[in-house]
């Protein structure tokens, strides 16, 4: 993986919906199948990249399929990008990290009534969470010199003792703001995306998950709203265009299979597929 680095990744999702005239009755979990791939090169121009495109079919029983980057609300928990921790009794559990205010650059807490004491870098001092991964710039699991803000009423979970409460913010009207300035620990957020594609490499009679690097989101995405109908059945087909300039480089004469799964705004995660054994040439167009 560390070789192609400076390989550009990028995709792009189109959906083709059916409608429903007469609807049928589906379950509210989403439904796919596999349609159908190919592979697309572009010789005369890389820096638009080559393509896998990959169709899948799909069904859900109350229509709520996308999400819509331009809303905010999906930015919200619980789609928001990254999720800090509570310590507790050795163990972290996830709590939202969301932005309530546009006109307020820094973030908030949803703590949702979790327990423990937000988790810094300083949290790896413990001995009970020396499993924390270590801190190195450009690390995907810190974000150093940042400010948070707590609300009055989640205050247990603060370590005055260790982290750096650098104002409190007063209303008559409502509860105080602690604010902080410290390095947190962090991890993406598996709601954040709707769909993901897994790289199965074939290696005997087994196959290997390609590794993308720890950072990476690789070619999870989100595809957008679906539909404005509210509990009404949707059926279509899913496009999905993975973009890379360097696939021949990464899997030249390899045989693969992709691994497929998406989610809904309720978080109902649809059954998990695999597109049949490729080559890049066996599915060239």
Not at 196 to 205: E, H, M, P, R, Y
Request: with cysteine; aromatic share 12%.
């Amino acid at each position: 993986m560390k070789a192609i680095k400076g390989l550009s990744l990028f995709g792009g999702v189109i959906i083709l919906v059916s409608a429903c005239f007469n609807p049928p009755e589906f379950p509210v979990e989403p439904k796919i199948t596999y349609e159908s791939i190919y592979f697309g090169e572009t010789p005369n121009d890389q820096s638009l990249g080559d393509s896998i495109v990959l169709s899948i079919n799909f069904k859900d029983g109350d229509g709520d399929l996308g999400l819509d980057g331009s809303d905010p609300k999906y930015s919200q928990n619980p789609f928001q990008p990254s999720n800090l921790f509570l310590a507790k009794d050795g163990a972290i559990v996830p709590v939202a990290l969301s932005q309530h205010w546009d006109d307020i650059p820094y973030y908030f807490i949803d703590v949702e009534e979790k327990q423990g004491k937000l988790v810094t870098l300083k949290t790896r001092d413990q001995t009970a969470y020396n499993f924390l991964p270590a801190y190195s710039l450009g690390s995907c699991f810190y974000i150093a010199d940042t400010i948070i803000m707590v609300d009055e009423q989640d205050a247990a979970i603060l370590d005055i003792n260790t982290q750096n409460i650098i104002d409190t913010m007063h209303s008559q009207t409502n509860p105080s703001i602690y604010v902080l300035k410290d390095t947190f620990y962090i991890e993406a957020n598996p709601n954040y995306y709707n769909i993901t594609v897994d790289f199965l490499i074939k290696n005997g009679d087994s196959y290997d998950v390609f590794d993308w690097g720890t950072c990476s989101s690789a070619y999870n995405a989100r595809f957008p709203v679906l539909s404005d109908k509210d509990k009404s059945p949707l059926e279509g087909v899913l496009r999905y265009s993975l973009k890379s300039s360097g696939f021949r480089i990464m899997f030249s004469t390899k045989t693969l299979k992709l691994r497929i799964q998406i989610k809904d705004r309720l978080l109902h995660s649809s059954n998990i597929i695999e597109t049949p054994d490729f080559t890049l040439d066996k599915i060239r167009r």
